[in-house]
């Protein structure tokens, strides 16, 4: 029973993740930061991802 739930919890945060990868992208597609061509997309990590997202959607900065 231990192995499955360590099993849904993995997909759960997989899944989450993933989402929020989404998000990052979907939120820096819309600001014209980064570009739907633009093939480093895929290979931007969430931590650079929301880096970007922070420096583009702070407050203190606007």
Do not use: C, V
Request: charged share 35%; aromatic share 6%; no cysteine.
């Amino acid at each position: 029973m231990l192995i499955k739930e360590r099993r849904r919890l993995g997909k759960h945060l997989r899944d989450g993740i993933e989402r929020l990868r989404n998000f990052y992208i979907k939120k820096l597609l819309e600001s014209g930061i980064l570009q739907s061509s633009d093939p480093k997309i895929t290979s931007l990590t969430i931590s650079e991802l929301a880096g970007i997202y922070k420096k583009t959607f702070s407050p203190g900065d606007k």
